[in-house]
C-alpha cells in the first residue's frame, strides 16, 4: 500500500502544478492604471496561497484599477493559523488603510482583527468568517447552506441511501465546519444515508491524497465521496484514475483540474461559490468603510451544481 501512496502522491502532484497557471504568491502587489491615482491601500489575505483565489484576485485587481486603489495580495505557503497572524500582524503595522481576510483560525485570529478595528483599520472577512471579532462584513458562502447542497447533491446521486467517506480541510476553519454541519444534517434527513468516515487534513495536498487513499482502502465497499475543501477534488480525482474507481464523487469548487475530472467521469459533480464575485465586493465594501458608510454584514454568493448535464 505505502508504494500505491507514493506514486499516486508523485502523480497528483505533478497533476496540481500543471493546473496552477499562475498561484498567488506571497505579498504579490497588484499593479494598478498608471492614470488613475492611487490613495489608499487594502491588504488581502488568503487562507493560503491556492489557484482557487485567482478569481478572486482577478476580481479585485479590476475594481481596484477603476477606485484608484493599491491592492497587497498575501497567502501563508501552506495552511497555516500562525503564519497567517503573522501576515495580518505585519500590514497592521505597516498601517494599511484596509484589510480582507479569509480567517485560518477564527479563535486565534480574532483579536488581532479586533486589534486592527481599534487603529481604524477596518476589516472583512471573505470565505471563512471571524463572526465574534470585530470584523465589519463577511463576505461569501453561507456555508451551512451550501453543505446541505452539498449533501443534497450526493443523496440525489445515490438516490437517497449508501455509506460516505468524506475528506476535509483543518478543522479549526469555520466555513468547513460550516458545510459538515450542513452535510450531517442532511444524512440525518434520510435514513438510508451513513458518514462511515469524516477525515481532516493539515491544509496540504499530500497529506490529502493519503487521508483519501487510506480511507478507500479501509472502507472499500463505500458508496459515495464528498469532498469539503478546495484540495479533496483533485485529490479524488488521482485515488480515482489509479484505482479506476466508479464510485459518486461530490465536491467543492469549480477549479479547471475538477471541471476535467467530470468531463472525464471522475467526479459525478462539484458546487462552485462564484468565487468571481468576492473581490469586486472586497474592495467597494473597504473602499465605503473607509469612506465612513456603513456596509451590509453579511453577503452571500449562491451556489451552484456543475455536472455533466446542467448547471443548478
Excluded at 467517506?165 to 476553519?173: A, Y
Excluded at 468576492?278 to 449562491?302: D, H, P
Aim: hydrophobic fraction near 40%.
Amino acid at each position: 500500500m505505502r508504494k500505491w501512496i507514493l506514486l499516486i502522491l508523485a502523480t497528483f502532484l505533478l497533476v496540481l502544478n500543471m493546473d496552477i497557471n499562475r498561484p498567488v504568491g506571497e505579498n504579490e502587489v497588484i499593479k494598478q492604471d498608471k492614470e488613475t491615482p492611487i490613495d489608499k491601500t487594502f491588504a488581502i489575505i488568503y487562507p493560503v496561497a491556492h489557484p482557487f483565489f485567482e478569481k478572486v484576485t482577478e476580481a479585485a485587481r479590476e475594481n481596484a484599477a477603476e477606485v484608484g486603489v493599491k491592492i497587497v495580495i498575501d497567502a501563508p505557503k501552506i495552511a497555516s493559523a500562525q503564519d497567517q497572524a503573522q501576515i495580518l500582524q505585519k500590514y497592521i503595522e505597516q498601517q494599511v488603510d484596509g484589510i480582507a481576510i479569509g480567517a485560518t483560525d477564527p479563535e486565534m485570529i480574532t483579536p488581532i482583527i479586533d486589534k486592527a478595528v481599534e487603529k481604524n483599520i477596518p476589516v472583512v472577512c471573505f470565505d471563512t468568517d471571524a463572526p465574534s471579532s470585530k470584523r465589519y462584513a463577511y463576505i461569501g458562502t453561507d456555508n451551512y447552506l451550501a453543505g446541505l447542497h452539498l449533501g443534497e447533491t450526493v443523496a440525489k446521486h445515490l438516490h437517497y441511501k449508501g455509506d460516505l467517506i468524506v475528506s476535509s480541510g483543518l478543522p479549526t476553519m469555520e466555513n468547513l465546519r460550516q458545510r459538515i454541519k450542513g452535510l450531517k444534517a442532511v444524512v440525518e434527513r434520510y435514513q438510508g444515508l451513513s458518514i462511515k468516515q469524516i477525515s481532516y487534513s493539515n491544509g496540504t495536498a499530500p497529506n490529502t491524497l493519503t487521508n483519501i487513499e487510506k480511507m478507500v482502502d479501509q472502507y472499500p465497499d463505500f458508496d459515495g465521496f464528498v469532498g469539503i475543501d478546495s484540495l479533496a477534488g483533485p485529490a479524488a480525482i488521482t485515488v480515482w484514475k489509479a484505482h479506476g474507481l466508479q464510485q459518486k464523487a461530490v465536491t467543492f469548487d469549480d477549479l479547471p483540474i475538477i471541471l476535467e475530472g467530470i468531463e472525464n467521469g471522475q467526479v459525478t459533480s462539484t458546487i462552485s461559490q462564484n468565487q468571481s464575485k468576492w473581490g469586486k465586493l472586497i474592495v467597494q465594501r473597504l473602499s465605503e468603510l473607509v469612506n465612513g458608510q456603513e456596509v451590509i454584514e453579511k453577503e452571500f454568493t449562491n451556489t451552484i451544481e456543475i455536472n455533466n448535464n446542467y448547471q443548478n
